[in-house]
């Protein structure tokens, strides 16, 4: 059984010990929109679209060396848009871990102040990636960094106000440590029914997308293999949603899950839909649009 071709990535959901802190880095600094606010919980992303909820626990352990996230990468739709960003991290002296054009799309890395992942990323139109039958080598990438000069002239071409995150703006894909690049791929792949559609395993990863996309799932190794899941309560992932386009294949993913023995529990924040873990312990909610 494959996905449904119109399946794609919702929010994410971390927890966090500064909720303050982290509000104003993805408001201020990123141009998120506060959707809404109560008590331990937030919720950020565009003025129609919730892409990130944080929860507070100030006792939250840290993860250490385990599974978990690596970046969550929010897709700006232009390349306009990405240069905001870009500029925005420039003046305001954000760290950043590094840039890169990966052929499919452009991505500027950086770390929330509480070392979670992000990827800010615009896609290339799909006819110019390099893909052959469906898939995409490492070999066939691009390995150079984005032009910045070049980015940043979008803005002279159009001296527009930016006003924060467009609401075209979407989660495009998670990147996760997984401890396992077998399992993960018979949970992925062969129970999920995501393709794999980029070949990274010989490098200790494996990309995972549905509908022909580059990827919405990217799992690597590179912390060790075999490393453990993290503590009960740690700090960062809860959870990344993948939403299917009705509840039907809601339904029929679910009856899949609980043919193969994986348990599946509703979500203790209350959103709609169903809780699993994949075998390295990441919280993947599937949820009807």
């Given at each position: 059984m494959r996905i449904h071709p119109e399946t794609r990535i919702g929010a994410v959901h971390y927890t966090v010990r500064d909720l303050n802190r982290q509000v104003d880095f993805y408001r201020d600094i990123l141009g998120f929109h506060l959707l809404w606010c109560d008590g331990d919980t937030a919720a950020l992303g565009t003025k129609t679209r919730e892409l990130l909820r944080l929860t507070e626990n100030p006792s939250a352990p840290a993860p250490g060396r385990t599974t978990g996230l690596y970046h969550t990468a929010f897709l700006v739709p232009t390349k306009w848009e990405l240069a905001h960003l870009v500029n925005r991290v420039i003046e305001t002296r954000t760290p950043v871990q590094g840039h890169s054009n990966h052929g499919t799309?452009?991505?500027?890395?950086?770390?929330?102040?509480?070392?979670?992942?992000?990827?800010?990323?615009?896609?290339?139109?799909?006819?110019?990636?390099?893909?052959?039958?469906?898939?995409?080598?490492?070999?066939?990438?691009?390995?150079?960094?984005?032009?910045?000069?070049a980015l940043l002239s979008e803005l002279d071409k159009d001296p527009s106000p930016w006003n924060g995150l467009s609401d075209e703006t979407v989660v495009g894909h998670v990147h996760l440590h997984v401890s396992h690049l077998d399992e993960t791929r018979a949970f992925y792949r062969d129970l999920l029914g995501f393709d794999i559609t980029i070949e990274g395993e010989h490098l200790g990863a494996l990309f995972f997308s549905a509908g022909g996309y580059h990827h919405h799932i990217g799992t690597n190794v590179w912390r060790g293999v075999g490393i453990p899941a993290p503590p009960e309560g740690a700090r960062g992932l809860r959870y990344f949603t993948i939403v299917l386009p009705h509840g039907g294949e809601l339904e029929r993913l679910a009856a899949r899950l609980q043919q193969a023995g994986v348990q599946a529990q509703t979500s203790e924040d209350g959103q709609q839909g169903l809780v699993v873990r994949d075998p390295a312990g990441n919280g993947v909610l599937l949820q009807a649009a």
């Open positions: 799309h452009l991505a500027l890395y950086l770390p929330d102040p509480e070392g979670n992942g992000i990827e800010l990323a615009w896609d290339f139109p799909k006819e110019q990636w390099p893909m052959k039958d469906g898939v995409i080598r490492f070999e066939d990438m691009p390995r150079e960094g984005i032009d910045l000069e």
